[in-house]
C-alpha cells in the first residue's frame, strides 16, 4: 500500500515539532525544572523562523515576550546615532534572550540580529510572569541567568578597556569555541567579530594573518577560524584569563 507524500510530510513536521519542544524543555532557564512544568511551558512555545540577517527585535521596542535559540546563531549589539556597531554577545543553542525587559516590561536594551538562518522559540511575556509566580523557586534560575549575562558584561568592558587588540581577539575566540570543544571552529566573520571585541576589521584581519603564519589558527574563506595551537592563544589572553582578581577589582557592578 503506497503511503500518500502529504501524510509522510505531516508525520515529518510533527517530529520536528516534537524535537523542538524537547528542546525548549531543556533550555538553560527551565532546566532542572520537574519534567510536567518543563512540558507545559514547552507546549505554548511558538517556533518560528529568522532568515540570515533577519530582525529579530531592535532597541527601543517593546518587550512582550522571551525567546529561546533552537538552531543557529543570533547577534546582539547596540548601534550609535552615527552607524557603528558593538557586538555584546552572540547567543546560541539553548540561550535564551529578552529575558531583561520580559522581567521588567520596559523597552528591548539591544537590538537581536539572525547570525545564522535560526529558529527560535518564543514564550509570551504573560505566560512567563504566570509560570514565575506558580512556582517561585524558579527565580533563582532567572538570577543565575542574570547574574552570569552581568559578569560577561562586566569582562567585555574590562577586556575592551584594558586590553590590547590581539589579548581581546584571543579571549574572544577563546570563548567562542567552548561551544565547539571538538572541533576548535568558529565561524564568524572577521567584521563581526571585530565588532565583538571593539575594534576595525583591518586589526583583526592582521592578527589572524599574524597568528595563521605561526600556526596559531586557521582560516578559510575569510570566516571559518580553526584554533590550532590553543596553548599559544591562551598566552595571548593571559592578562585577563589568569588574573581572575583582577576581573573582581574592575567589575562595575560590585
Known amino acids: 500500500m503506497k503511503i500518500p507524500a502529504g501524510f509522510i510530510i505531516d508525520q515529518l513536521k510533527r517530529e520536528q515539532e516534537k524535537r523542538q519542544r ?6 538553560i ?3 532542572g525544572l520537574p519534567e510536567q512544568q518543563r512540558t507545559t511551558l514547552a507546549g505554548r512555545a511558538r517556533i518560528r523562523a ?8 531592535r532597541m527601543g521596542d517593546s518587550g512582550d515576550c522571551l525567546m529561546a535559540v533552537l538552531a543557529g546563531r543570533v ?16 547567543l546560541g543553542p539553548d540561550e535564551i534572550l529578552g529575558e531583561i ?5 520596559k523597552e528591548r536594551t539591544a ?19 504566570s509560570f514565575l ?14 547574574c552570569a549575562r552581568l559578569r560577561n558584561t562586566d569582562q567585555h568592558i ?34 563581526a567579530l571585530g565588532q565583538l571585541v571593539g575594534t576595525t576589521r583591518e586589526s583583526v584581519n592582521k592578527c589572524l594573518a599574524e597568528w595563521q603564519r605561526s600556526g596559531i589558527v586557521r582560516v578559510q574563506s575569510g570566516s571559518l577560524i580553526t584554533v590550532a595551537n590553543r596553548t599559544a592563544l591562551e598566552r595571548f589572553a593571559d592578562g585577563l584569563r589568569h588574573n581572575p582578581s583582577w576581573g573582581e577589582r574592575i567589575s562595575l557592578s560590585g
Not at 575566540?173 to 572577521?190: C, F, H, M, N, W
Open 22 to 27: 524537547e528542546q525548549v524543555a531543556n533550555c
Open 29 to 31: 532557564l527551565f532546566r
Open 50 to 57: 529568522f532568515a540570515k540577517g533577519e530582525t529579530i527585535f
Open 75 to 90: 547577534r546582539i549589539s547596540v548601534a550609535s546615532p552615527e552607524g557603528r556597531e558593538m557586538v555584546l554577545a552572540i
Open 101 to 105: 525587559t520580559v522581567l521588567d516590561g
Open 111 to 129: 537590538d537581536a540580529t539572525a547570525l545564522d538562518a535560526c529558529t527560535l522559540a518564543i514564550l509570551d511575556r504573560r505566560e512567563v510572569l
Open 133 to 146: 509566580e506558580r512556582d517561585p523557586s524558579a527565580w533563582v534560575r532567572v538570577v543565575e541567568i542574570l
Open 158 to 191: 574590562a577586556e575592551i578597556t584594558l586590553l590590547d587588540v590581539p589579548a581581546r581577539v584571543a579571549s574572544t575566540l577563546l570563548r567562542l569555541i567552548e561551544g565547539e570543544p571538538a572541533s576548535r571552529q568558529v565561524k564568524i566573520s572577521q567584521s
